[in-house]
């Protein structure tokens, strides 16, 4: 079974702009959330979907957006960047809320210049 | 509101000695996960490792075994025979099953093998 993907897997923007990063879960789980990782803050939780819905959101400014497909793809946006928006994105995938596994993809390196 | 506490910023292990990474987590919530990540420098985080709040009896995942002590918080990951592909850093993550069900995540720890 395929793994979760994302892409792209680099990116170079600049302030100001905006960036959509992709996740394709693992086939048949229902739940993706996505993360963000920097050496200062660590990792830390973006936003949970469930069924096309988000059921959690971390504490991250409204410029951090996401959504998802009824095929449980998902999609995060970050619009306006700015200097500290670099970072490792990290997208996991579980086949539902609650305690179940979360299984990490490969992550997008975004470097905002 | 969940915590997780990794104090070993870096370790360095011979290969194929056991290794003990530490891990202490603060919680309020009866049920719960707790879970070991491993992290190689090409940033993908590998699940290794699973323990449920109620489950009475540690974890195994082949060399990979968890020290559970619910008592006093902690999760230590054990791995036997290390392997210099063991080289990585490691991060232990908790997730609660009401609430904000986010994984909150260690500052985690560098292991490194050494030959």
């Known amino acids: 079974k395929a793994g979760v993907t994302q892409t792209p897997r680099y990116l170079i923007k600049t302030r100001g702009q905006q960036v959509t990063l992709s996740c394709s879960p693992i086939?048949?789980?229902?739940?993706v959330s996505w993360y963000q990782q920097t050496p200062g803050q660590g990792l830390q939780f973006l936003f949970e979907?469930?069924?096309?819905?988000?059921?959690n959101k971390g504490n991250f400014p409204g410029r951090f957006s996401g959504r998802q497909f009824s095929n449980s793809r998902s999609e995060m946006n970050v619009s306006t960047l700015e200097l500290g928006d670099s970072a490792l994105y990290l997208c996991?995938?579980?086949?539902?809320?609650?305690?179940?596994?979360?299984?990490f993809g490969p992550g997008t390196r975004l470097l905002v210049l | 509101a969940q915590k997780i506490t990794q104090t070993q910023p870096g370790m360095f292990v011979q290969e194929k000695e056991a290794v003990t990474l530490d891990c202490t987590y603060d919680?309020?919530?009866?049920?719960?996960?707790l879970f070991w990540y491993k992290q190689p420098s090409s940033g993908e985080m590998i699940f290794l490792i699973y323990?449920?709040?109620?489950?009475?009896q540690n974890a195994t995942e082949g060399r990979y075994s968890l020290n559970f002590q619910k008592a006093r918080k902690s999760a230590n990951l054990v791995i036997s025979a290390s392997q210099l592909g063991d080289s990585a850093m490691y991060f232990c993550?908790?997730?609660?099953?009401?609430?904000?069900?986010?994984?909150?995540f260690g500052q985690g720890t560098r292991l490194t093998i050494n030959p």
């Open positions: 996991a995938s579980s086949l539902a809320i609650g305690l179940e596994t979360q299984y």
């Open positions: 086939s048949g789980h229902r739940s």
């Open positions: 979907y469930f069924s096309e819905t988000q059921r």
């Open positions: 919680t309020s919530d009866q049920s719960y996960g």
């Open positions: 323990q449920g709040s109620y489950d009475e």
């Open positions: 993550a908790m997730r609660a099953f009401q609430g904000a069900q986010k994984l909150v």
